[in-house]
């Protein structure tokens, strides 16, 4: 991995979206979950909430983690449909020799995880890793990512 050297990525790969099928888990007041953003420039990313109601119609209100209100006075909270929301997935360590080219990624960035694939190594020890739904490729700590995990048929898949 020491070798790894920053590379042109042309990266092919598919991000987690939001399951649309019967699949679908109910949540409930309380539980910790994340949530998927449908906003232009912010596909692919998801960020951490509380459900704080069910609402009927597939419908939840989720109160963020690390997203506030425009005037700063709380957490942000908002309606969130059910093909949005997913558990929170579990913690699986990195690699014990260190992420390889290539590995799908989610990078903790702007109050949210989002997905990428290492593409390089600086020589700090941080990785490169490149966004496919924003084309950028930026370099993050170790500690600032987690192995990819899908959501997928209510399991999670790596």
């Known amino acids: 991995m020491a070798s790894l050297c920053k590379q042109q990525p042309n990266l092919q ?18 539980d910790l979950v994340e949530v998927a953003s449908v906003e232009e420039g912010f596909v692919g990313s998801y960020y951490e909430a509380t459900i704080v109601t069910d609402l009927v119609m597939n419908e939840y209100i989720v109160q963020y983690k690390t997203l506030v209100k ?5 957490p942000l909270r908002e309606v969130a449909t059910a093909a949005e929301v997913r558990p929170r997935p579990p913690k699986i360590p990195p690699p014990a020799n260190d992420f390889r080219l ?15 694939k290492i593409t ?9 890793v490149f966004f496919e739904t924003t084309g950028d490729e930026l370099p993050y700590p170790k500690d600032t990512l987690r192995v990819h995990q899908d959501w997928v048929n ?5």
């Open 13 to 30: 790969f598919q991000h987690s979206t939001p399951p649309t099928t019967a699949m679908q888990r109910r949540f409930r007041r309380g």
């Open 70 to 74: 425009e005037d700063l006075s709380g």
């Open 102 to 116: 290539y590995d799908v990624v989610d990078a903790f960035d702007n109050d949210g995880w989002w997905v990428g």
């Open 120 to 128: 390089g190594r600086t020589g700090d020890g941080r990785y490169y």
């Open 154 to 158: 209510g399991k999670w898949v790596s």
